[in-house]
């Protein structure tokens, strides 16, 4: 099947089995590096990107549902020459160690702060349900997203 995809502000032609995973599409077809394959049962968050500013597991939606809606993935976010704000604080809080789980946390980050610009701990809590860092990085992440809505003073 012959889509369209608006993938951080540009429109892609696929030619796809509309049945196929977005990740799939995105990393395959498009050859993002992020978002990532963890799980590929939508529990980790790896695969996560926003789609018309919601966050959503990728490697479960098929990418029929993606087209005509606008889709960012972390490479859309920022540049590195010039981060997204929420990008720059979880740099300044050195809120990874690997890596791998980033687009979930980030792109939810955005999310929740698009939505809540000071959000409450229980309101971190619930936007980031499902969310899976292995490194344990979750006090740093914390404290990114409190840099982000300017709840933390920079160092």
């Given at each position: 099947m012959?889509?369209?995809l608006?993938?951080?502000g540009?429109?892609?032609?696929?030619?796809?089995?509309p049945?196929c995973?977005l990740l799939?599409?995105?990393?395959?077809?498009?050859?993002?590096?992020?978002p990532?394959?963890?799980c590929?049962?939508?529990?980790c968050?790896?695969?996560?990107?926003?789609?018309?500013?919601v966050?959503?597991?990728?490697?479960?939606?098929?990418?029929?549902?993606?087209?005509?809606?606008?889709?960012?993935t972390?490479?859309?976010?920022g540049?590195?020459?010039?981060?997204?704000?929420?990008?720059?604080?979880?740099?300044?809080?050195?809120?990874f160690?690997c890596?791998?789980?980033?687009?979930?946390?980030i792109?939810?980050?955005?999310?929740l702060?698009d939505?809540?610009?000071?959000?409450?701990?229980?309101?971190?809590?619930?936007?980031?349900?499902?969310?899976?860092?292995?490194?344990?990085?979750?006090?740093?992440?914390?404290?990114?997203?409190?840099?982000?809505?300017?709840?933390?003073?920079?160092?």
């Open positions: 012959h889509l369209t608006r993938v951080n540009a429109s892609h032609p696929v030619d796809t089995d049945d995973p799939y599409v995105l990393r395959d077809n498009l050859g993002l590096n992020n990532r394959f963890g590929g049962l939508g529990q968050g790896a695969c996560t990107v926003l789609i018309n500013q966050p959503v597991r990728s490697c479960l939606l098929p990418v029929s549902r993606a087209a005509g809606k606008e889709i960012v972390l490479e859309g976010l540049l590195p020459e010039s981060p997204h704000p929420v990008q720059k604080a979880f740099i300044e809080e050195q809120a160690q890596g791998y789980c980033l687009n979930g946390w792109l939810s980050a955005k999310a702060l939505k809540h610009p000071h959000p409450t701990a229980d309101q971190m809590k619930s936007a980031f349900e499902g969310l899976v860092c292995r490194c344990g990085s979750h006090v740093q992440i914390r404290a990114a997203v409190e840099r982000a809505a300017g709840m933390k003073r920079s160092a």
